[in-house]
C-alpha cells in the first residue's frame, strides 16, 4: 500500500521578487548595516545589494502595508491588514521579532513611527475612526488612543520637542507632540469619502490622555491637502503639500511656504543629518539642507531607465546615496555625484494581483503575468528580471510551449496572445 504520510521536507524561502510601491509611500530606508528594508505581500525584507542577499521576516499573516525604522536604524516597526491586525517590531539583523502589539485596531494598520529617541511608537488605523493610538512597545502596552480624523489617515510623525512652559506652571508636565494627515480617497487601497481632505492635526500626550488641534493655515499659504510630513527641533515641522509646495509650521502654525518645491504632489520627506529628501508625483527628487534651502534636483524620469509617468512614492538619504520607490513598485538606488546614471536594484508587478506563474521547461526561468498588464521574465538563478512585455489587457494564465520557445497567454477579456521567447 502507497505511503500517505506527508513528505518530511520543507520548502525554504529563497528570493522575493518585487517591492510594493503601489498604494503605499514612506517604506524603504537604509538600515545601520547599510542593506535596504522593504516589505512585499507580508513579508519584510532586508536586502543586502552590494551580494545581492535577503533576509525575510515572516512575522505576520496578512499584506504588510505600512513601515517604520528605529532611530537606531536597527528595529523595524510593520504593520498589516486583516480582520485583526497587528504590528511587529524585529530586528533588522536576526529578522526575528521583538514585540508584537494587537488589539487596538481593526481592518490594518495603515501609518507608524517612532518618537525621536524610540521608546514609543504612533500607529494609525483603517477602521472607520482612523484610531490614533501610543504605544510603550517595549512593554507591549497601549499607553493612549483616540478618535483621528473623519478622512482617511495617510501619514504621522512623532517627535519629543517639548513646548515653553510659563514659569508659573511648575506643575505641567512636558508635552509630546504627534501629527497626523488626512487625503480622503487620494489612494485606491482605501475606501474613504470622495474629497480630499485639507487638514492636519497637531497631538498631545498628556498622562494616558491624547488630544488634538487643528494646524492653523492662516494667510501664509494656501488651504492644502497636506501628503507628508518631517519634524525637526524647536517644535518646527515640514510638510508636502499636494500642490507641490513644501509647508513651515512652529508650533500648531504655518509661518511660510516654500513655493515651487515639486510641480506634482509631494509623497515623500525624509529628514537626516544631512538635511532633507524630497519626491513627489513629477519623478523628481530634491535635497535640501537643514534650513530647508535647495543643494539639488535630480529627474528620474529624464534619466536611461525613467520614463513618463514615474512617480516616486518613498524616498531616503544617507551620506552620498539616496533610495527612491515608485509607483510602479522600482527601487532605485542614486550615488548623489553620479545622479544621471541611477541603479534600477528591484522591480516587479504593480497595481492588482498576479494571476499567471509558469516555469520554464528546461531552462531556470519563470513567466508572470499579472492585472498591471505586464508579462515578465525572471531569471531563477541570478533573482533578476530578464524581460517584460506590456500588454494592452490584464494577463489571467500563462504557459510555456513543450520546447520554452513560445508563451501562451490568457487574457482577461478572453482573448490569447502567443510570444516568441528568445
Not at 494609525?124 to 499607553?143: E, H, M, P, R
Not at 489617515?153 to 520637542?161: A, D, E, F, G
Amino acid at each position: 500500500m502507497a505511503d500517505r504520510t506527508a513528505p518530511r521536507c520543507q520548502l525554504h524561502l529563497e528570493w522575493v521578487y518585487g517591492y510594493r510601491g503601489h498604494q503605499c509611500r514612506n517604506n524603504l530606508y537604509y538600515t545601520a548595516g547599510k542593506e535596504v528594508v522593504y516589505f512585499v505581500a507580508g513579508v519584510g525584507v532586508v536586502y543586502n545589494t552590494r551580494e545581492h542577499t535577503q533576509k525575510f521576516f515572516l512575522g505576520h499573516n496578512d499584506d504588510i502595508i505600512s513601515l517604520a525604522l528605529h532611530p537606531d536604524k536597527t528595529l523595524v516597526a510593520t504593520g498589516q491588514v486583516g480582520k485583526d491586525p497587528y504590528i511587529c517590531i524585529w530586528d533588522s539583523y536576526n529578522v526575528q521579532a521583538v514585540s508584537v502589539l494587537k488589539d487596538a485596531h481593526t481592518h490594518g494598520v495603515a501609518c507608524l513611527a517612532f518618537d525621536s529617541d524610540g521608546q514609543r511608537l504612533s500607529s494609525v488605523g483603517l477602521d472607520a475612526k482612523n484610531t490614533v493610538c501610543i504605544w510603550d512597545w517595549k512593554k507591549g502596552k497601549l499607553l493612549a488612543s483616540a478618535t483621528g480624523h473623519s478622512d482617511r489617515v495617510i501619514t504621522n510623525q512623532r517627535t519629543l520637542s517639548v513646548p515653553s512652559v510659563p514659569r508659573a506652571s511648575k506643575n505641567i508636565q512636558p508635552q509630546n507632540y504627534y501629527y497626523t494627515e488626512t487625503e480622503g480617497s487620494g489612494t485606491k487601497l482605501y475606501k474613504g469619502p470622495g474629497r480630499l481632505s485639507r487638514t492636519i492635526k497637531f497631538w498631545t500626550l498628556c498622562g494616558n490622555a491624547l488630544t488634538a488641534k487643528r494646524g492653523i493655515f492662516g494667510k501664509t499659504g494656501d488651504l492644502q491637502t497636506i501628503l507628508c510630513l518631517s519634524c525637526v527641533k524647536d517644535d518646527v515641522t515640514f510638510s508636502g503639500a499636494l500642490n507641490g509646495d513644501v509647508y513651515v509650521w512652529k508650533g500648531l502654525t504655518l509661518v511660510r511656504t516654500i513655493q515651487g518645491a515639486h510641480s506634482a504632489g509631494i509623497f515623500s520627506m525624509y529628514g537626516c543629518e544631512e538635511g532633507f529628501a524630497t519626491g513627489g508625483r513629477d519623478g523628481c527628487i530634491r535635497l535640501w539642507d537643514i534650513d530647508f534651502k535647495p543643494i539639488t534636483k535630480i529627474d528620474l524620469r529624464e534619466t536611461e531607465q525613467g520614463y513618463k509617468g514615474l512617480s516616486i512614492r518613498s524616498v531616503c538619504w544617507k551620506a552620498d546615496r539616496l533610495l527612491a520607490g515608485t509607483q510602479d513598485s522600482e527601487i532605485f538606488e542614486i550615488i548623489v555625484r553620479e545622479r544621471d546614471k541611477p541603479m534600477l536594484i528591484m522591480q516587479g508587478h504593480c497595481e492588482g494581483e498576479l494571476w499567471a506563474l509558469a516555469v520554464h521547461p528546461k531552462k531556470p526561468l519563470v513567466v508572470t503575468g499579472s492585472d498591471d498588464r505586464s508579462v515578465r521574465l525572471w531569471s531563477l538563478a541570478d533573482h533578476a528580471l530578464i524581460a517584460r512585455c506590456n500588454m494592452e489587457e490584464a494577463v489571467r494564465s500563462v504557459s510555456f510551449s513543450p520546447d520554452g520557445s513560445q508563451l501562451a497567454l490568457g487574457m482577461k477579456d478572453g482573448s490569447f496572445i502567443v510570444l516568441r521567447v528568445r
